[in-house]
């Protein structure tokens, strides 16, 4: 059965660090990447960092140089690095598997930085 699991959201303080991993299972036939999105309290889902098949990395603005998105080919798991933490980084966090029609997403994990 096709399954994302994530893990390693939590509390953390300003200017700290989170490693979220996603733990895929399954077969995704197709697919082109995965990708980190967000969701912020009071705030459309945002694409954070995705990753395509070819190793083809790309961040949101706001994360450029402090987030890093890769993948363990072997384990299967998606990994997003996250240094310098900011309270606006506060969000669900979700695991993405895409292709062109179609995409599957995990369970989300929060991610909550105080000031």
């Known amino acids: 059965q096709v399954q994302l699991v994530e893990s390693g959201g939590g509390l953390v303080q300003s200017g700290g660090s989170l490693r979220l991993s996603c733990a895929a299972s399954g077969s995704f036939v197709g697919m082109n990447g995965m990708a980190w999105y967000r969701q912020a309290p009071g705030k459309e889902r945002e694409l954070v960092a995705s990753?395509?098949?070819?190793?083809?990395?790309k961040y949101v603005d706001s994360a450029q140089g402090r987030f890093s998105i890769s993948r363990d080919n072997a384990k299967n798991t998606l990994d997003l690095q996250m240094n310098d933490l900011k309270p606006e980084d506060t969000a669900v966090y979700y695991c993405?598997?895409?292709?062109?029609?179609?995409?599957?997403w995990g369970q989300g994990t929060q991610v909550t930085v105080s000031s």
């Open positions: 990753i395509t098949t070819g190793g083809k990395v």
């Open positions: 993405n598997a895409f292709a062109w029609f179609w995409s599957y």
